[in-house]
């Protein structure tokens, strides 16, 4: 399989394999006994591996994408990405609060403040990439619908009268130019999240 998408995919893991590597070999967390209490750093939802090593959770990420179904399957491969995605910007965002680790071993915060720590910063630099995820995600089927309303459209005009087709062939260019706009609008959110993974890439 090869396609923009899964070659963009592919290049951020394996980045990401080396960045996670290089994190667990400084043992930034095995440092920080709060952390060495939990039973892995990432929710089930995100995550099915139970580690405290970030490699293992690349492991999971690159089986995903070993598993990803063909691009004609398209809702099934779009949510993969989407998951795929999400997973790679997770393991990104931990080796991006690297210095908030480093700070966070050399000070004596209680175990709360730790999780709180922890949390803040994790969710913080996933929040935006979830956002537009969800964005894309409600443009997608709102393009779906659309696509499903001209469909019968077409079917109805078959047995419609002469009055009753005009009137449904204006219902026709409606719904394409709402459908037009909707596609701009997964354009600029898949722009967006493009720019959004360049930063996290530096």
Known sequence: MSTPAYNKLQQQIDILKQQALKFDGAKLL?????????????DRCVFSTKSMNLADYVIEIEEELA???DSSHRHAYAYALERISNQVHAVFNVIKSTPIWEKENKSQYKPRAKQKVFKQVVNKAMQSSHELYDELKQNHEFERRLILMIEERKLQIKTASSVQAQKINQEILTTHARLGRCRKAISATEDKIQQLE?????
């Open 30 to 42: 095995s440092k920080n006994r709060y952390m060495q209490a939990q039973p892995s750093l990432f």
């Open 67 to 69: 598993r990803l179904p």
């Open 198 to 202: 360049k930063q996290q890439l530096r």
